[in-house]
């Protein structure tokens, strides 16, 4: 197994003196699809949000390709490569499909590539080409997923966390939008799936960790892993 | 008719001025959320720097814009990054106190300085006017004052909607937490908006002092008239505030010396206990 | 799960300080408070004080009353006012007319005043409660405001030139003390027992936890108007034994916003949501006052301004609040759950 892209150790999170994450420890190997997947209420959120800058962790250690970026804020942790497609997709509703976009090649490094991502992006979801002028107010939830998976794109991340890509969607529009995941993993970034529907997850992902209540408990490969003995680390049982 | 048409004028003339008062507050009750208490104060500078400055150096008041513009972007900055980012810390009452405790001592710093003598930018055509068709007339003065207004706020439109700096100012406002993770610091670009509220400030001072006289302690009346603006317009809409400053442009001219403000503070008031959200804003 | 606002971080942990809290209450604490006043009341009838010591003290009681009042609102319930001015100036003005334009007691002027800022502060808040936060504030200043502009443009008050009290006979500088006194010791005595009733819990839940607040089942909306209307008379009647002291009124300083500077400063620096803060920071306040004016012209604001942006960057529970969370104690709580 190639040297980790990420790799987060005993990672603790708290809101106040609540204790969200208790201890996570996985890796994530460089060029693969990880998935991580938990329950309601497991803290994936809190630990995605923690590792990519958005809350401070009040423990542990999170390295990216070689370098300690414990609680690095977020707008610098993009310049690194480390991109999260939040949960929610949490469009700019007050700006155009492709304000939003453009917002996505902030960091100095992708400004000079902005039109390149820009067709990029619109060749991967042509819908949102149709609407490029449009507030991202009166897109449907899956263009809007769409919009915030191109906007994290804009920005050329080798590592991309998913948060819940496919929470509220209708089948049909997860299974387009996780055909585009995949090929942005076969052009060579690293792809994190945060997911509660656990099946579609583990079959794209190589690697799976299992999250409960704050830990990570079980993880390995997704082929080896028993459909038992992943239930039994999700339910707790 | 011809009276109506020529209030209509006049109404539109102030409108701008009210709409220039207003552009700063707005951007960072809306970007920053925060009432900004010292933006009258802020103002008032920009008044004194342009009125001082063009005696001192004996040049046109609009020409000192090229030094109280940067000037007051650099203390806009400062003021956000070194003071209130700390205390927006603790949460939005804190912050919109500390505003108000740099209002009064800015207010009082400038009686010290400048005492309570009024004050007037002097420009050589303050008293022409162009005769219209009808007997209507436009004052030069408020005609260059007008132009002065709209160009602000366009050039700031302009700014907003095509610049990266523009709009990572209009993500933040939407989403901070988004906002960063697209690489913006959300402090910094704080920052930068309040340097830009105190750069616009900077020209509504002018605007002020080429119309009005004004004293040290004029910084409340315009800071009304700005959270006017700001309520009547929304928060952080730009044609909201153009249209905001024309009502209260049009209030004050109807009512008069003696009632435009009471009218305008009366119209405020309603304004908020029906719409408290503002006509514009969604 | 939403992703909080990036600055809150520290509010969290400030919140959390935990541990015992020693509660200065019950009947040690009441025995000190009546031995207080029982001696400021001995001290003003017998004339042990000189009338320039009576007047500082009975400035401080009414800047004490007027700070309790904006303490009551804005440290407990969440209602921060930039505009109780409103009520100074109208009771001002009540006073001032009924004495001077009507030839009666200045009694009738307090009350007079007390009745005029019930219906007003009633009308007001229809109107006020619709807006929240920074609306309120400045919806509050902008009511204020405009009163300032009517009087200034209103025939039967003098217009801008103001007005002088003629009370017949006019009382003396002990009778004012004892008055001021007075109404102090009822007002701290209203927030203190309107705190611990069930309407001060309802608030402070609300202030603390909009969500939790509807569980404790209290009607908020009738808790902020009762709030709302008892901050109104007490500022009222505080505004009218000043300008019985005082002896003249004009609009921009019956109305100004200097009013709400003083209350704004006496919280802050004495402690926001404590019921001592107030207290403590209207004898400072009263002290500073006395000694800036000593100091060449116009430097009272630009230090007190100072001050205060200091107390909220460093001490941002105030001297007393800083002191309390330090020394984990508490006068007279009104927290019923301190120990959760």
Redesign the interface.
């Known amino acids: 197994m190639s040297e980790p892209i990420l790799k987060v150790e005993g990672l603790q999170a708290k809101?106040?003196?609540f204790l969200a994450v208790e201890s996570a420890t996985l890796d994530v190997p460089a060029g693969k699809i990880v998935s991580v997947i938990g329950a309601n209420g497991a803290r994936k959120?809190?630990l995605m949000?923690t590792i990519?800058?958005?809350h401070?962790p009040s423990a542990g250690k999170v390295t990216f390709k070689g370098e300690d970026i414990t609680g690095m804020?977020?707008?610098k942790l993009?310049?690194r490569g480390l991109?999260?497609v939040?949960?929610g997709s949490?469009?700019?509703?007050?700006?155009s499909v492709e304000?939003n976009l453009?917002?996505?090649s902030?960091?100095k490094h992708a400004?000079a590539r902005v039109k390149e991502s820009l067709d990029f992006v619109y060749q991967l979801f042509p819908v949102l080409k149709e609407k490029r002028h449009q507030p991202t107010s009166s897109l449907s939830g899956g263009q809007r997923q769409m919009v915030a998976i191109g906007?994290?794109l804009m920005?050329w991340p080798d590592l991309i966390l998913f948060d819940e890509i496919s929470l509220g969607l209708a089948p049909a529009i997860i299974k387009d939008i996780y055909a585009r995941i995949r090929e942005i993993n076969a052009g060579g970034t690293t792809v994190v799936l945060v997911e509660q529907d656990t099946n579609r997850a583990i079959r794209t992902a190589e690697y799976t960790h299992v999250m409960l209540k704050g830990r990570v408990v079980l993880s390995g490969r997704s082929k080896e892993l028993g459909e038992e003995e992943i239930k039994k680390a999700y339910f707790g049982l | 008719m011809t009276v109506v048409i020529q209030m209509l004028i006049n109404g539109i003339l102030l409108g701008s001025v009210y709409a220039l008062l207003g552009v700063g507050m707005s951007m960072i009750f809306g970007i920053v959320r925060l009432t900004n208490l010292a933006h009258g104060e802020f103002i008032i500078i920009g008044a004194y720097g342009s009125t001082l400055l063009s005696l001192a150096l004996g040049v046109d008041p609009i020409l000192t814009l090229v030094i109280t513009v940067p000037v007051m972007f650099i203390a806009g900055v400062l003021i956000q990054t070194v003071l209130i980012n700390r205390v927006m810390l603790q949460g939005s009452e804190p912050a919109l106190l500390v505003t108000f405790g740099l209002s009064i001592i800015l207010k009082d710093a400038l009686l010290l300085l400048f005492t309570a003598d009024a004050r007037h930018a002097n420009v050589p055509y303050s008293t022409a006017t162009i005769r219209l068709p009808a007997g209507l007339h436009i004052a030069v003065l408020d005609l260059v004052v007008f132009a002065i207004s709209l160009a602000t706020i366009l050039i700031l439109t302009l700014f907003l909607r095509y610049t990266y700096m523009g709009r990572a100012i209009r993500a933040t406002s939407d989403d901070t937490a988004a906002a960063s993770l697209m690489g913006v610091s959300v402090r910094r670009t704080y920052g930068i908006a309040m340097g830009i509220a105190m750069a616009t400030a900077a020209v509504a001072g002018l605007g002020v002092g080429m119309r009005w006289t004004f004293y040290p302690s004029s910084g409340g009346d315009y800071l009304l008239i700005a959270f006017g603006v700001v309520v009547i317009g929304g928060m952080g809409s730009i044609p909201g505030t153009l249209v905001a400053g024309l009502i209260f442009g049009l209030a004050q001219v109807i009512g008069g010396a003696n009632y435009g403000m009471l009218i305008s503070y009366l119209l405020l008031i309603l304004m908020l206990a029906v719409r408290p959200q503002g006509l514009f804003s969604k | 799960m939403k992703i909080p606002v990036l600055l809150d971080r520290k509010k969290t942990k400030a919140a959390s300080s935990g541990g015992q809290v020693r509660v200065l209450d019950g009947v040690p604490m009441l025995a000190a408070c009546v031995a207080i006043a029982a001696a400021l009341y001995i001290f003003g009838l017998t004339g042990v004080l000189s009338s320039n010591i009576q007047r500082y003290l009975l400035k401080i009681f009414l800047y004490c009353t007027l700070s309790s009042m904006w303490n009551l609102m804005s440290g407990y319930t969440g209602m921060t006012s930039l505009g109780q001015q409103t009520y100074i100036g109208l009771a001002g003005y009540s006073l001032t007319v009924m004495t001077a334009t009507y030839a009666m007691s200045y009694w009738v002027g307090f009350l007079v005043g007390a009745v005029i800022s019930t219906i007003v502060s009633l009308i007001l808040a229809i109107i006020l409660f619709r807006m929240r936060g920074m609306y309120f504030a400045v919806a509050t200043w902008v009511v204020a405001e405009a009163l300032r502009t009517f009087f200034t443009s209103w025939k039967f008050v003098k217009k801008g030139a103001g007005m002088t009290v003629a009370a017949r006979p006019y009382p003396s500088t002990s009778t004012i003390y004892i008055i001021a006194l007075t109404l102090c010791i009822i007002a701290l005595a209203v927030v203190y027992f309107l705190l611990k009733s069930r309407v001060g819990l309802g608030l402070t839940a609300m202030r603390d936890d909009p969500d939790a607040a509807s569980s404790v089942g209290v009607d908020i909306f009738k808790s902020k108007l009762l709030v709302y209307v008892v901050s109104a008379i007490f500022t009222a009647l505080a505004g009218g034994i000043f300008y019985l002291n005082k002896g003249s009124i004009y609009p921009a300083g019956g109305f100004g916003i200097s009013w709400t500077v003083s209350m704004v400063f006496i919280v802050i620096i004495g402690g926001i949501g404590t019921m001592g803060g107030p207290v403590l920071g209207s004898i400072l306040y009263v002290i500073f006052e006395e000694q800036l004016a000593k100091l060449p012209g116009g430097w009272t604001n630009i230090v007190l301004g100072l001050i205060a942006i200091l107390v909220i960057l460093f001490l941002p529970d105030g001297i007393l609040g800083t002191l309390q969370k330090k020394l984990r104690f508490e006068i007279l709580s009104q927290k019923r759950f301190s120990g959760e």
């Open positions: 809101y106040g003196d959120s809190t949000e990519a800058g958005i401070k804020p977020a707008e993009v310049l991109s999260l939040p949960q949490r469009c700019f509703v007050r700006m304000d453009i917002m996505g902030y960091p400004r906007r994290a920005a």
